[in-house]
């Protein structure tokens, strides 16, 4: 008796997720832009507290510490509404 080789099988990738892997992204992509949100609200009300709790880590010069403590609450809001809003979230994401 002959045998003959099996026929071959299309390679077909890995599909992952389905409808809970989106559902899982999104609900993950809500949360880490909310607390971004929310921590960048907090305190962009209130820059002396910001920069004065840059400072007290103490990695950065004195200058360059009163810079990011301003800046830093507005990235954290833009992030955040960013992250929520689901725009650019490839860099967003990796912010």
């Known amino acids: 008796m002959l045998r ?3 026929p071959q099988q299309r390679f077909r990738p890995a599909t992952y997720g389905g409808p809970m892997h989106r559902w899982t992204g999104l609900l993950a992509r809500l949360v880490v ?3 971004w949100l929310w921590a960048g609200l907090l305190k962009v009300g209130d820059p002396a507290s ?3 709790a840059v400072r ?3 990695l950065l010069p ?3 510490a009163e810079t990011v ?3 830093l609450p ?3 809001v833009v992030v955040g509404t960013a992250l929520v809003l689901g725009l650019v979230t490839r860099v967003s ?3």
């Open 62 to 64: 004195y200058d360059l």
């Open 93 to 95: 994401g990796a912010a």
């Open 33 to 35: 832009g909310g607390i």
């Open 74 to 76: 507005m990235l954290e």
């Open 50 to 52: 910001s920069v004065s």
């Open 4 to 6: 003959t080789a099996a």
């Open 56 to 58: 007290a880590y103490q």
């Open 69 to 71: 403590g301003t800046v």
